[in-house]
């Protein structure tokens, strides 16, 4: 079992930049690819971003390609999501996710946070 909390969403202007983080306990970190995805309301959620269990290999939706990076931190147990250049179409709540392997669909993910609300305004 793995208990996944995710912190640092909040308003931000469009342009500006915003860090969120998501921070695990359970079962060994370093054994998870993490991903993150958001959803805004009403609309499907949809993927953002992944890294392998080492931080080694990264996957990234085009929407965010360029403005967005993913990183961890395994002796903190903790993944991290930097948005650059946000959008207004970038406003939706972030969930983090954990799995066996860095995949762009949710279905390869076996646990997920409750999700962190990331609101742009123009």
């Known amino acids: 079992q793995v208990q996944l909390v995710e912190s640092g969403g909040g308003l931000v202007q469009a342009g500006g930049s915003l860090r969120i983080s998501c921070a695990a306990s359970?079962?060994?970190?370093?054994?998870?690819?993490m991903g993150w995805f958001r959803q805004a309301p009403g609309k499907e959620r949809d993927f953002v971003a992944a890294i392998s269990n080492a931080g080694g290999r990264r996957n990234y939706a085009d929407s965010v390609k360029g403005r967005f990076t993913i990183s961890r931190d395994n002796a903190k147990n903790t993944v991290y999501l930097q948005m650059n250049s946000l959008k207004t179409e970038d406003t939706a709540v972030y969930y983090c996710?954990?799995?066996?392997?860095?995949?762009?669909?949710?279905?390869?993910?076996?646990?997920w946070g409750q999700g962190t609300q990331v609101t742009v305004s123009s």
């Open positions: 359970g079962r060994t970190f370093i054994n998870y690819a």
């Open positions: 996710a954990a799995g066996l392997v860095a995949a762009p669909v949710g279905a390869q993910y076996n646990y």
